[in-house]
């Protein structure tokens, strides 16, 4: 079970737009509707933000969408906020021994 | 308020066990698989092992298999992990989350976590 790839980190200031991509195969990203993303701040457990490639939770902003090409998913986060710097982690179901697998996780700074 | 709380971690020499609990609230949890997904210190999240709703059909990360099993008590609303022949590398934050199938608001998605329960394994 191989974990995704995701850039180690990323930046961008306020207001600005921000991409994080999460490369996988075609046994779990490609293969699979079932990529979600996670937020996760200093200390705290991690938070949904992202489910089935693109649906935001409830209470989750609309800065915050997903989408899928392939075996490749990307959150995109607008309007950068200062909250918005955390630790972000992709998910996604995987054919391989029918279990889940997380990317390596990305550390957004907000310059 | 629906939560999950862990419990169960500490420090351990390796070589030895730990069973690790969750207590499930405010949800039908039976209604959920359960997983266990660990952090160790600094690094990224791993999954672990994962449970469907009623124990028949269970998974195990290739780092664990064979040392821990999953089991979990609907009667109860908890979700255990017991482990064993504990390693240096098993060292980490242990959270419990759900997932529920396509028929629930939040399908295929970790949607609810716990705080986590730590485990160090060293002499």
């Known amino acids: 079970q191989s974990a995704l790839t995701q850039p180690a980190s990323v930046s961008g200031s306020p207001g600005q737009s921000i991409t994080i991509s999460c490369t996988g195969t075609?046994?779990?990203?490609?293969?699979?509707?079932?990529v979600s993303w996670y937020q996760q701040h200093p200390g705290k457990a991690p938070k949904l933000m992202i489910y089935?490639?693109?649906n935001r939770p409830s209470g989750v902003p609309d800065r915050f969408s997903g989408s899928k090409s392939g075996n490749t998913a990307s959150l995109t986060i607008s309007g950068l906020q200062a909250e918005d710097e955390a630790d972000y982690y992709c998910?996604?179901?995987?054919?391989?021994?029918?279990?889940?697998?997380f990317g390596g996780g990305t550390k957004l700074t907000v310059l | 308020e629906v939560q999950l709380v862990e419990s169960g971690g500490g420090l351990v020499q390796p070589g030895r066990s730990l069973r690790l609990s969750c207590a499930a609230s405010?949800?039908?949890?039976?209604?959920?698989?359960m997983h266990w997904v660990r952090q160790a210190p600094g690094k990224g999240l791993e999954w672990v092992s994962g449970i469907s709703w009623n124990s028949g059909s269970i998974g195990y990360a290739d780092s664990v298999k064979g040392r821990f099993t999953i089991s979990r008590d609907n009667a109860k609303n908890s979700l255990y992990l017991q482990m064993n022949s504990l390693r240096a590398e098993d060292t980490a934050l242990y959270y419990c989350?759900?997932?529920?199938?396509?028929?629930?608001?939040?399908?295929?998605?970790?949607?609810?976590w716990g705080q986590g329960t730590m485990v160090t394994v060293s002499s």
């Open positions: 075609s046994s779990d990203v490609g293969g699979y509707n079932y």
């Open positions: 989350a759900r997932t529920c199938g396509g028929d629930c608001p939040v399908p295929n998605a970790f949607d609810i």
């Open positions: 998910s996604s179901y995987t054919s391989s021994s029918t279990s889940w697998v």
């Open positions: 405010g949800f039908t949890f039976d209604d959920y698989a």
């Open positions: 089935e490639v693109s």
